[in-house]
């Protein structure tokens, strides 16, 4: 059977299945994006997380406001650290609600801690009011996350919105580009720690990201390195003398 015709096969039923599960109120644009895959997916759920996942973007932007929405737990503040659910780097994101002492239970997002709907959705659909107490996530904040915690798996969509020019010099991005934080990650948990959460999102999200060739990225990665070295000796010059006199 050539590929085509499997394909044919397999979207008929794909197609009538995911038509059956639709509600009133489904997203227009997800629907239309589903019926354009290859392989259409063949429940709604499947179609929501597929539409995010080619919108990384858009999800990235949307997961943030959710969490400027919902806000960060009262007296919560960015903590490194084994145990509770902390992160264990200053590279990974702030994520309070994923924490052991602010976790919302079933029915709320993990990551911007706002109610999750039917189909992982941020909205409700049904207009019933009623979150899926079944779900943790919604599937926008599933996409932002990894693209937050692995952006350089999304090089190709972060080129094509730089125009394919290299952030720094202006030239052409090469074959060798690699995705950079603008205000690297150790200057954030040093400098801008004290900043509401929702904020603090920015610098792992897209407007603290760029492109740049990859010989620009060796040279800012030593002035980086120069740079936290020069902290470390001073912070040691005027660290107090330990042996006494």
Not at 22 to 34: I, K, N, S, T
Request: net charge positive.
């Amino acid at each position: 059977m050539a590929t085509s015709e499997w394909r044919s096969a397999r979207n008929g039923p794909a197609r009538a299945r995911l038509e059956r599960a639709l509600r009133p109120g489904f997203p227009a644009h997800v629907l239309q994006h589903a019926l354009t895959r290859p392989l259409i997916p063949p429940t709604p759920g499947r179609a929501v997380a597929s539409y995010w996942r080619h919108h990384v973007l858009r999800a990235d932007r949307l997961a943030r406001a959710l969490a400027a929405r919902t806000g960060a737990p009262e007296g919560w503040t960015w903590q490194v650290g084994p145990g509770e659910g902390l992160p264990t780097h200053f590279r990974v994101p702030p994520a309070p609600y994923r924490e052991a002492r602010h976790a919302l239970g079933p029915g709320a997002c993990r990551i911007c801690g706002g109610p999750v709907y039917r189909f992982g959705w941020h909205r409700d659909l049904a207009g019933d009011g009623a979150p899926n107490r079944r779900a943790g996530w919604h599937a926008a904040c599933v996409v932002a996350w990894e693209f937050w915690c692995a952006p350089s798996d999304h090089l190709k969509t972060l080129k094509a919105r730089q125009g394919h020019r290299c952030a720094v010099s202006g030239k052409r991005l090469l074959r060798g580009s690699e995705v950079d934080h603008r205000l690297p990650l150790y200057r954030v948990w040093r400098e801008e720690r004290d900043l509401p959460w929702p904020f603090l999102l920015a610098y792992w999200g897209t407007p603290n990201l760029q492109v740049i060739n990859r010989a620009g990225h060796l040279s800012k990665c030593r002035e980086e390195a120069d740079e936290r070295a020069a902290v470390r000796r001073d912070a040691r010059v005027l660290a107090p003398d330990d042996e006494g006199p």
